[in-house]
């Protein structure tokens, strides 16, 4: 009876443990064995020899590696500020005043961006950055007195601009609905007793919503950090990385190098592992620090 | 006394003056508001209702400029791509196959193990709860090489199975997180209390918790299908010919010396409108799904 | 009497094979082969379309059904590696010019001789002669075995606009890549016009037809061709990357993310009066719902020479068999081939807006006056002419080749200096080339 109780838990964990250690660790051991050789799938007739650490030293001076990884974290600081300051205006636009129904409309309407398939949001990018034909130079050209359109994704810059908009457009009203359902649950008589006292939003906001605002925040930073840090698909289909190497985040880098060309497995599979290590590294402060912080 | 009054009056019609300020103040501002909402709203639906507008317009109306708004609409996209030679109809059905398969087993594994992690005690618990949370945050990139190399040795690439087996990877997490907080809500006395009427564990969990802990299932079944159904950097490489899903459909337009964008921009369309569809109708447990993804 | 006995068997055998010679057809050939589905890999371009037209008559005469799907170019050869590599792939190879040292090397096409040595298998009228030299040697040749034959053929032409160059008061279009530069794009510059074009988008795009084209103009190199040393830095190469950053300036703004259908698009919409595109594009071109440019205003002649002369760009695709696919499968992939790149189907590949690789079909009076690309690009292909060696060919040219497009990308971009961008890519291809055993004599140098 007590090993029986001992051992329910364990029938209860043993199928999803299972599954997943197979179909996530194994194949991690297997990249950690192929890290080690020389591994080039495009070219079988090179032996795969064991070549130690040298995939690993030949990432560490990839200046392309570390530009990508750069461009990743650049892109992530500047796309989730973002995200969460619109996303909060939008939220206290929705939350109330006058336009119920219009309010009501586009709090259901927000939905569509996140629904939506990165890889499409990409393909819609191309045809409206489009520098002939493209709605965005239509509206440029003619607000401007320049009549040529710009090049959107011609120019580094500028084609960074581009994924930026993108994900923002996409990940905005995300981060609005989270901060929109804390808010609800800031209490009514609370916050009109406050009004009282002060007529400030950011006194308002600090003292009052602030609170109910946090685990909401929390949510996007956890969920965006980690999905931004995955970015692929969207950025696959809009400029594949380039022009140049100028929107080429780690994950394209890396399928690049692994899937393309010599196709090097070896030092590819290094680059994945290393870029496993930083993410673990970063969900488990974000973990510690923002979620955990909150329960304990 | 008086002075009391007096005082009393110059409040009262400060007072005054200040509701006929902020009367006027508010009139702009509930007109700033309005016009706010109806950009917020704008911006976020033109891309998507500018890819379904695109769908409809003949190749030569596409490349106009001025950009068409209005013109005679055309089916013949949809034609196209749902005819023999694109089959954007045989992708989504096996696309459908693949995310409902991955959702049904995610909440199969996923369930008993957030409910093993909700009531019961033992020992390194809290990182077993970080293990599943953590294949949220690993990046496809890390695992798909040896995926690929593994799956090719065993002869599975093309098949559903193999797809439905990685997209476990970020769908267990998905259920284990948002069911565990779940489970945690109901009070430990129901299960309690049908333990001294000697149910079993299993019985308890699925007659007692599982009911009660439905909102999570469904909303973490939603998230999960939503993810599966845009998923691209796995199915990229592990799908083929006919088998594969249709955001690697979507992909495959952008290779000849024309670009059909009638074709992509209607693949695009039937790509999104389902899930589009079905977050408008779940939109209030997506909404909540989201949250509770990462705070309690 | 052995030695008689040899010799009537000798005799027999020839006499067999001419009787059998005579006898051949195709649809006895094939018909032990009847029913049987043989799968493959094509691209979105004319010369597909085209075979797409003439295959139903292929699977009327031999009961073969050829099955196709379309790929994108920049992910065919990683869908062929990564089949290849999982023993599968489809039972027709279409090998690009720059890939076929790759699947040579590993064992990914088989040696066509077996089958064209075969009576039963081979057409008397195969006359392997009949294609352009050039083209067979390049595409379809390896270390002197034949494991393709050419299928979708390109020259690199110019395309110019001739009502355009009137306007601006030019006779014709420009002689050379100096007089482009000097000459014709100040003058075609302005107004949201641009003089050239020059497709560079990173990819296949930027190493062939950006980067070592502007390389051959100045007579530079990316490798020496004896040592295999990397040879960006020399002052030949140098003076080539040099002056594509000086044309640049007469080229449309975002031309570094322009791909083949961008730059075509810009020349058919009135944008760009001259590019150097592929032979390939002429149906595109001349489609009047594609292209504003009539056959009256449409120019095409050979690449602008350079400081060595005319040195054309060179690309295409060999078909081949898969040596993984069943025997069945690869004797019917066999006879498709052979059928497709024929003498006798040459015509009617060429009206349905293919290139063919047959000298014979340029020959006819009627086909050089419909198409204008045909003299220039018979011409690009002659012996003395063809550079063979365009793009090296051996199995490291697709690593490569994401190199240069990477750097060769960035020095576009100004990102990287010329000097800076060569010594990246010299550092890389020394490294490669050595790794691949080229310096220490235990891979023989050929590309």
Known sequence: MHTQKRLTPFFFLAPAVVILALVGIYPLVFAAWVSLHNYLLAQPNIPHDFVWLSNYLTVIRDSSFWGSIGRTLFYLAVALPLEIVLGLAIAFMLRRGRWAHLRGFARVMLVIPLAMTPVVTGLIGRLIFNQQFGVVNYVQTSLSSNKIGTEWLGNPTLAFVTILVLEIWQWTPFAALIFLSG????????EEAATLETRSFWVMLRSIQLPFLLPALTAILILRTADILKQFDMVYTLTSGGPGSSTELINLYITRIGLRGAFDQGVASAQALLMLVLTTVLSRLYIRYLYKGDNA | MTTQQNSAAAIRSADQLAVLRARRGSTVKTALHGVGLIVVLFGTLFPFLWMVLTSFKTGAQITATPPLVFFEGTLDHYRTILGDQYNVGQSLITSLIVSVSATALAVLLGTPAAYALARFEFKRKDDLWFWFISNRFMSPVVIILPVYLLASQLKLIGNPGLLIAMYLTFSIPVVVWICTDQFRSIPRELDEAAMVDGASPAFIFLRIALPLALPGVVVSSIL???????????????????????????????????VPWGEIMATGTLIVLPVIIFS?????????????GAIK | MKRTLALTAAFLSVALATQQAQ?????????????????????DRPGYKAADTLIPQFEKETGIKVKTEVVPYESTNQRYVLDFTSGGGTDLVLS????????????????????????????????????????????????????GLPFD???????????ALKQAGFAGPPKTWNELLTKYGPKLTGNGKYAFALQSRRGETQSADSFMRTLWLSGGSLIDPKTFEPTLASAASQKGLQFRQDLLKFMPPGVVDQDHNEVVAAFNNGTVPIITEWSA??????????????????????EPLGSAGLKPALGGFSLGVNPNSDAKKQAAAYLFIQWITSEKNAKAYVQAGGVSGRQAVYKDPAIRSKFLYVDPMVKSWSAGTAVPAFRPRFAEWPQISQIVAENGTKIML??????????????QVKAILDKAGYYSGKKAKLQ
Not at chain 2, 238 to 250: C, E, H, I, N, W
């Open chain 3, 414 to 427: 100004g990102q990287l200096s010329t000097a800076a961008g060569a010594k990246v890519i010299d550092d």
């Open chain 3, 153 to 163: 053929n390109y020259s690199g032409l110019m395309y110019y606009n001739k009502c």
């Open chain 1, 183 to 190: 808010l609800t649950a800031v209490p009514a008589e609370v």
């Open chain 2, 224 to 258: 999960s299908f939503i993810f599966s159904w845009n998923e691209l950097l796995f199915a990229l490489f592990l799908t083929r010919g006919s088998g594969v899903t249709a955001p690697v459909k979507a992909t495959s337009f952008l290779s000849g010396y024309d």
């Open chain 3, 96 to 147: 690009d010019v720059v890939w076929i040292g790759q699947f040579a090397d590993a064992g990914w096409m088989a040696p066509l001789d077996k089958f064209y040595n075969d009576p039963k298998l081979a057409d008397p009228a195969l006359n392997l002669k009949g294609f352009f030299p050039v083209l067979l040697d390049s595409f379809g040749t390896w270390n002197k075995k034949v494991y």
């Open chain 2, 280 to 292: 408008l109708l779940v939109s209030r447990h997506l909404v909540q799904g989201l949250t509770m």
């Open chain 3, 281 to 302: 594009f002429y149906p595109t071109i001349t489609d009047p719902k594609q292209s504003k440019i009539g056959l009256n205003c449409l120019g095409v002649t050979t």
């Open chain 3, 23 to 43: 006898a051949w057809s195709l649809k006895e050939a094939a018909a032990p082969y009847a029913g049987t589905t043989i799968t493959g890999i094509f691209l």
